[in-house]
């Protein structure tokens, strides 16, 4: 480990953690009839299977929990979180040029999807929800497939807040003009 | 016919040990639960890890095989004798000539060691960016945020968080639904106005030494802002 005194200094969250803490906590409300369809979790190899590799745990019961705090009705793809296939994107796959391999290794993922019969897809990821939603849904037949959405996606479409109030605005725009006349940030039209 | 090659186990490139290549018991789990087989012709994790077993790493580290492998460790995990082939695949990557690096993995780590994010945004232009959306979210139709701004730099702040940077370059309205949740939760948060990059490449790249430099700098922006907690990136 590189830096162990981060541990002692910080306490340092993943955003599995922070969610259900916000939702453990009632902080934020949830409105779960958004999100009738059928819905599936991608489990991204780092979340996943690596961390249980490398620490011992893994964060997939926390990302199912989030996400059926928000959706009605979920389904597992099969190999469950653990053996779950890589979307095809992982270790920079996204960003390299070798397209034609990183389509095919995804054709294992889509045709888990599309046994899933899911409408939704959730992905805590970005590369995986890249993958998903840009490359495999252009090449493969995926079923009921209709839309992937990030976990903080999912939860910030399902939020049910009230908005501040008058005080709490006027404190927050006295802190804005004060920050945006430190940074010399100036807005037009405005 | 070729001469017979002979293993120099003392300059080895990538080290054997009972944990790497050297405990392999040939059966194959590996490659056959790995999407990634035969992607590369000729290659599959198992071949992979016999070759360096077997004296051939440089035939590895110069094919495409360790790049078209995820790193996923679907094998590993599998693996009855626990070959460490996530981190004997990286270290091929490592082992690669930085110039010959798959773009843009290497130029993109580059870039975020000299210029503080892999897409080389300036602070300037982020900074505006943020205040623009700022303003748009607390006149959103659907989900109106009004108090809300984006506090840069903020001292003392619960959460710092960090930024990928395709969003502010490509995708910014996906930097909101984070904030919408912040909103929502009335946390005291910050991102730091500069070295604000989430993603790390030089994980992917084979680059050690950026790969710390960027863990260093999240550390650097929490402890400079006196922040109690940090979100650690996607």
Known sequence: MWFPEAFEEFKVLSIFELLREYIKTGRIKLDKSKHPQLTTVHDPCNYGRKSQISFGDHHCDNSRWIVSQCCENMVEMIDGPLNNHCCGAGGGAWAMPYTEERMAYGKHKADQIKKTGAELVIAPCHNCRDQIMKGLVEEFDMGNYKETMYTWELVAESLAYEPWSEEEIKKAHAERDAQFERDGVELEEW | MQDPISIDIKNRRIATSPELADACFTCGTCASGCPATNLVPGWDPRKAIRAIALGLEQEVIDSKWPWVCTLCGRCQYACPMGVQLIKT????????????????????????????????IPTDDFLFLLADLGVEMEEDEKQPCPGFYVPVDKEGANIIVTVNSKEPFAEPDDMKFWWRIFYAAKEDWTISSTNWEGVNWGLFSGDDENWKIQVGRVLENARRLKVKTILYPE
Do not use: K
């Open chain 2, 89 to 120: 695949f990286r270290t091929c990557r490592i082992l690669r000539e930085r110039d010959l690096v798959p773009d843009p993995l290497h130029r993109g780590t580059m870039m975020n060691f000299e210029r503080g994010n892999n897409l080389g």
